[in-house]
């Protein structure tokens, strides 16, 4: 997990999977949430003031207080005195790490007598550095163009607490006795410092170097280099100079990295330094003293056999720092907090309850819901109201069962009815998904034998769809955990879909998914690369009078402008959005009679673009995908239209329709199958009763958020 402090973040390599937003408190929770929902056993925080938001990097807290793995914080920085907000950051991430690390003995020390850190869940790691072999650094000058020079490198980003103008100022009386001396400055001014004074701290190291004419004996090297090319320019200095002007410094990893090479080094006594350089594996000088700096250098110049004792004893301290031998003390301790189990417990979502019911919607009746699921799932097809067992079940169907199912929990309808169902359709998806082919099966016959070898592109986006409603807006555990899981390993093949409908279901999941866990840079990016190809089919098909990506409306066609209403508002794309608006008001126009009831697009035919268009048989998935979508419209808009198209769709299941029959069952909580051309379809499937039942509870949730839209209660 990366932390972005600007707008848009960076451009992080594929082992960064969630990006949190330093200022927003929110994103530090979804963090945890996404942690929650992975296959994780331990967290790691690594901890440095001015990374985490809020006071004192206060933002951070909220992570670690919803973490359920254990927590293992590495501390970057003790500091000594801190300020009150910095002292209650410090407690309360020590309070709920099963392990603290920290890289110097003083900062166990400060640990124990200024936070009270217990000393047995103290864990001494030293600062991790590279594997660099022991060699003449003259084998490295020729390739930086100073071979025959005695080399005196700093590295690591530039700031003003660096101290280098105290080198610039000592390089004349060291040039005085040895001429071939050129200092190197590595590293690119730090970004914090770029923001607020640009280059001024670099530009006035170079009026120094000007001033004291030694132009000729500095180099500035003013980028960020990569390990290779770093541990070359460590290899190719005689000396490394750490000038810094703060005591206060708990660890420095530039200082680890020139030590653990076999460097002889002269530092400011700041703590790291102190500790590291003791005992003749360094040469300490005071702060902000320029003569002093000279004069050891020179020193250690003049007399190469304690240099080189010196280069020999932290080359040898330096084998106990190597990433191989950190690594295993960090395998040691979260192997310890695990076993500990001292993982902070994740508070309960706040569940959802139906506080009033609205008059003018039907009473939610499972009954046909529950006639028609058994303990594989919910069967596809019925005889009227008898389940049909010849033709078993289908990842459709229990896919859009499981999404009613987490839907009717957010409402807080029939918690011990639903909850039972909810179980048994995730279990479903579970098992319709082949891990080896990354591909969901679709038909299971009723003896429980696939009928396929995966089901079609648009089954596996519909089950996408229902996982990351799962994730998103279940309030139980299990439940988002699994569907987490399943979700991350049947992503990727959405990628490679050419069906406009299996992007536009793809996206539908991706938004409920992001609900809860925005952060995921693997979905995001999804998001936009599945938002960038359906927007590319609508700008290749549209015209003047057809905005629509096809050159024929068929089936579900509303999905395909909600997708992109929701992709375009959660990414911040305007235009997106209302392009999806615009489609969706053109959709409802086209599917209105001259009467004003909801005429869906008919199955016999659909509607060819100069062609004609067939009005029957209607299919209950159409009014429900216009319920969903224009209700979305609505809670993006907050334009009162949508909502009255979105009852005007439901009003169709209760008969405003061309025939004016009903086709929900108040009886049973079933309904027909479909409205042909001179009656209703007898038989109650899945399908049917589902996308009744889900365009139920959708209105039912928009009329229980009257107090964030009050022309509702009107």
Same mark, same amino acid.
């Given at each position: 997990?990366?932390?972005?402090? =600007? ?186 410092? =770029? ?12 009026? =120094? ?323 960038? /190809?359906?927007? /590319? =089919? ?177």
């Amino acid at each position: 997990m990366a932390v972005n402090d =600007l707008p848009g973040g960076y451009a992080y390599p594929d082992a960064v999977r969630f990006e949190i937003e330093e200022q927003d408190v929110t994103s530090y929770q979804q963090a945890a949430d996404f942690i929650n929902l992975s296959n994780v056993d331990i967290a790691c925080i690594q901890h440095e003031f001015g990374i985490f938001g809020g006071p004192a990097g206060g933002h951070v807290l909220a992570l670690a207080r919803e973490l359920n793995p254990p927590l293992v914080t590495t501390f970057h920085t003790v500091l000594r005195e801190p300020s009150p907000d910095q002292r209650r950051v410090m407690l309360e991430l020590i309070a709920r790490s099963a392990r603290v690390v920290v890289m110097t003995q003083r900062a166990r020390q400060m640990m124990q007598e200024v936070y009270q850190a217990p000393e047995h869940k103290i864990d001494f790691i030293p600062h991790g550095i590279p594997d660099i072999p022991f060699v003449d650094p003259n084998f490295y000058k020729d390739q930086f163009g100073v071979e025959g020079r005695t080399v005196l490198l700093t590295f690591g980003l530039l700031s003003p607490n660096k101290g280098i103008e105290n080198v610039l100022q000592a390089l004349p009386a060291i040039l005085a006795e040895f001429a071939d001396v050129v200092y190197i400055i590595l590293g690119a001014t730090h970004p914090n410092e =770029l923001r607020e004074h640009g280059e001024a701290y670099r530009l006035s190291l170079e009026i =120094l170097a000007k001033k004291n004419k030694i132009e000729k004996s500095v180099i500035f090297y003013n980028r960020f280099v990569e390990l290779e090319e770093l541990k070359e320019f460590i290899g190719a200095a005689d000396l490394y100079i750490t000038p810094y002007l703060n005591e206060a410094q708990i660890t420095s990893g530039t200082l680890a990295y020139a030590f653990g090479a076999g460097k002889a080094v002269v530092s400011t006594p700041y703590w790291h330094a102190a500790e590291l350089l003791a005992e003749e594996r360094g040469v300490l000088v005071p702060f902000n003293d320029s003569a002093a700096i000279a004069g050891e250098v020179r020193g250690l110049l003049r007399d190469p056999s304690r240099r080189h004792a010196m280069r020999k004893n932290a080359y040898l301290l330096g084998r106990e720092m190597i990433w191989a031998q950190a690594g295993r003390l960090y395998l040691r301790a979260f192997e310890s907090a695990r076993l500990q189990g001292a993982g902070v417990s994740r508070k309960s979502f706040a569940t959802k309850t139906l506080d009033r019911q609205p008059p003018d919607l039907p009473r939610i009746k499972l009954d046909h819901l529950m006639r028609m699921t058994d303990g594989a799932g919910i069967l596809q097809h019925a005889i009227f109201t008898v389940p049909n067992f010849s033709e078993g079940y289908c990842t459709d169907d229990n896919a859009r069962a499981f999404i009613l199912a987490v839907l009717l929990d957010e409402l807080g309808e029939e918690p011990m009815r639903w909850r039972g169902l909810a179980t048994t359709y995730a279990a479903f998806l579970h098992h319709a998904f082949d891990a080896q082919a990354k591909r969901f099966h679709n038909f299971l016959g009723f003896d429980r034998r696939w009928r396929d070898e995966h089901g079609s592109e648009d089954c596996h986006a519909r089950a996408l769809w229902a996982l990351g409603t799962g994730v998103g807006r279940s309030t139980h555990r299990s439940f988002q955990i699994m569907s987490g899981q399943l979700f991350a390993q049947a992503l990727p093949a959405a990628l490679e879909f050419t069906s406009p409908r299996a992007w536009a279901y793809s996206l539908l999941g991706i938004h409920a998914y992001l609900r809860r866990l925005s952060g995921d840079s693997a979905v995001n990016q999804a998001r936009d690369n599945l938002t960038t /190809k359906l927007l /590319k =089919l609508f700008n290749q098909a549209e015209q003047p009078d057809w905005p629509w990506c096809e050159d024929g409306l068929a089936y579900d066609n509303a999905k395909l402008a909600h997708a992109l209403i929701l992709s375009g508002q959660s990414s911040g794309d305007s235009a997106v959005r209302d392009r999806g608006l615009r489609v969706l008001r053109w959709l409802a126009e086209v599917q209105t009679s001259e009467n004003g009831h909801l005429r869906p697009i008919g199955s016999n035919g659909f509607y060819r673009r100069e062609g004609p268009r067939a009005n029957f048989d209607q299919q209950p998935i159409e009014a429900q995908a216009m319920v969903s979508a224009c209700l979305d419209a609505y809670r993006v808009t907050a334009d009162i239209y949508w909502y009255k198209l979105a009852q005007l769709a439901f009003d169709w299941f209760l008969g405003w329709n061309d025939l004016g029959l009903e086709l929900y069952s108040p009886s049973t909580g079933g309904c027909r199958d479909a409205l042909h051309v001179d009656r209703v379809n007898g038989n109650q499937g899945a399908e049917s009763t589902l996308a009744f039942l889900l365009s139920l509870v959708e209105m039912r949730l928009m009329q229980n958020t009257v107090t964030a839209f009050p022309e509702l209660a009107a």
